[in-house]
T-cell receptor, first 114, second 114 residues
Framework: DVKVTQSSRYLVKRTGEKVFLECVQDMDHENMFWYRQDPGLGLRLIYFSYDVKMKEKGDIPEGYSVSREKKERFSLILESASTNQTSMYLC?????????????FGPGTRLTVL | DQQVKQNSPSLSVQEGRISILNCDYTNSMFDYFLWYKKYPAEGPTFLIS?????DKNEDGRFTVFLNKSAKHLSLHIVPSQPGDSAVYFCAASARGGGADGLTFGKGTHLIIQP
């Protein structure tokens, strides 16, 4: 079974704080992703990575950065948290497979910025 | 511009009947489609997928139909069960080894009534 874990299920931070969200997958997947989910907006892609030390911007990268120093770990960084970054953050991974684009998701981190 | 659309925010179906969830897309480059199920406070769970070379894929109670000319896909759940109550997301990709993120619809909240 694919397992994607996220460091926290719930997190409360203050405006201006630097926030780290960690994601680890145990299936040796090459690709990793960060999304945020907001009511009425579905899931939106923030950043993704297809290899160690590689990163690509998704649809809404502003206010975020990422780090992938090891294949199994992909971190999302909020440099200076703002209230509009209150959201559910979802990490996903997928293998490099020409026959499938299936991504496997972690349980999510509910972040509240006060 | 929304490339994947789920026009029904919610759908109510009686237990034992068929649930049909619909999804439309606009990007003709999409060639791989997925359905995810999501419970509150959990990450999305992969349900079923279909490649554009097929027009139907079946897995137990779940069947996905793809109409490429209409840029439309649907998920059929037969028979519907109480545990099927969740938010369902349609997702699509223009495949290239799975390295890019998925584009998601906004979701349909399926409610199965006893």
């Amino acid at each position: 079974d694919v397992k994607v874990t996220q460091s926290s299920r719930y997190l409360v931070k203050r405006t201006g704080e630097k926030v780290f969200l960690e994601c680890v997958q145990d299936m040796d997947h090459e690709n990793m992703f960060w999304y945020r989910q907001d009511p009425g907006l579905g899931l939106r892609l923030i950043y993704f990575s297809y290899d160690v030390k590689m990163k690509e911007k998704g649809d809404i990268p502003e206010g975020y950065s990422v780090s992938r120093e090891k294949k199994e770990r992909f971190s999302l960084i909020l440099e200076s948290a703002s209230t509009n970054q209150t959201s559910m953050y979802l990490c996903a991974s997928s293998p490099r497979d020409r026959d499938s684009d299936t991504q496997y998701f972690g349980p999510g981190t509910r972040l509240t910025v006060l | 511009d929304q490339q994947v659309k789920q026009n029904s925010p919610s759908l109510s179906v009686q237990e034992g009947r068929i649930s049909i969830l619909n999804c439309d897309y606009t990007n003709s480059m999409f060639d791989y489609f997925l359905w995810y199920k999501k419970y509150p406070a959990e990450g999305p769970t992969f349900l079923i997928s279909i490649s554009s070379i097929k027009d139907k894929n079946e897995d137990g109670r779940f069947t996905v139909f793809l109409n490429k000319s209409a840029k439309h896909l649907s998920l059929h759940i037969v028979p519907s069960q109480p545990g099927d109550s969740a938010v369902y997301f349609c997702a699509a990709s223009a495949r290239g080894g799975g390295a890019d993120g998925l584009t998601f619809g906004k979701g349909t909240h399926l409610i199965i009534q006893p």
